[in-house]
């Protein structure tokens, strides 16, 4: 019976597996941004200070101050920076199907899983307190997130026309996305707002989803002649 030759040498181990490459760490600003959005959405915008802010962003006062002049330049930053990274993802989803019903469906539930979020709620009601004391961020808040999002939608129902599953010429693009927008949020965001410590279920939310849908169609959809 043939043997193997003992040579004394040590059997040589596998490598070990490789590491994932750590996830990048934010930027500066976007740390300071970070801290800023934690602090403005815990305490509200003018309980929050720019100490407290540098504080959670381990940076300096000066820092912060070097972007962001005032604390006003900082909360319309986070307001932008929120409402932007929601419009984008909004952007690249696929609502396109030949089902319009299904596609407004697609549409309503990406819009509404943000606004009934806790960042969502908190951030809506930090902006309603402090609109009438500093109404220029109000208005920044509506052009960054509702306008955006009508926008998103408008396009949407504008290319949906195109093939001729939708008309909205009695009242245009733009009102129809603003309609279809305030009908999703509605009675959702209204019900979260006043009931702070009870998170919506799935279920609710499909059901608020069909329901904003189904009375959006029923106004705009076209039916099949005969139908």
Not at 9 to 28: C, F, W
Not at 64 to 77: M, S
Not at 88 to 101: A, H, K, P
Not at 146 to 170: M, T
Request: charged share 20%; proline share 7%; with cysteine.
């Amino acid at each position: 019976m043939a043997t193997h030759k003992e040579t004394g040498a040590p059997a040589r181990l596998p490598p070990p597996p490789r590491k994932p490459d750590p996830a990048p760490a934010p930027s500066k600003a976007d740390t300071i941004l970070n801290a800023a959005r934690d602090i403005f959405l815990a305490h509200g915008f003018s309980a929050a200070t720019t100490d407290m802010i540098q504080r959670e962003a381990h940076v300096s006062k000066s820092t912060v101050y070097a972007a962001w002049p005032t604390k006003e330049a900082l909360f319309a930053a986070v307001i932008q920076r929120e409402c932007g990274q929601f419009a984008n993802s909004l952007r690249e989803m696929d609502f396109e199907t030949d089902d319009i019903t299904r596609s407004l469906a697609r549409l309503a539930r990406a819009y509404l899983d943000l606004v009934v979020s806790p960042m969502g709620l908190a951030l809506y009601r930090v902006i309603v307190s402090e609109a009438p004391r500093f109404p220029e961020l109000g208005r920044a808040f509506y052009a960054a997130g509702p306008e955006v999002v009508a926008s998103i939608v408008g396009q949407f129902l504008e290319r949906a026309a195109a093939r001729g599953q939708i008309d909205v010429q009695a009242v245009g693009y733009t009102t129809a996305a603003m309609l279809f927008i305030s009908i999703v949020r509605g009675e959702a965001q209204l019900e979260c707002l006043t009931h702070p410590n009870a998170r919506p279920s799935e279920a609710q939310i499909d059901r608020w989803v069909e329901a904003a849908v189904q009375t959006f169609v029923q106004a705009f959809v076209k039916r099949p002649e005969g139908g």
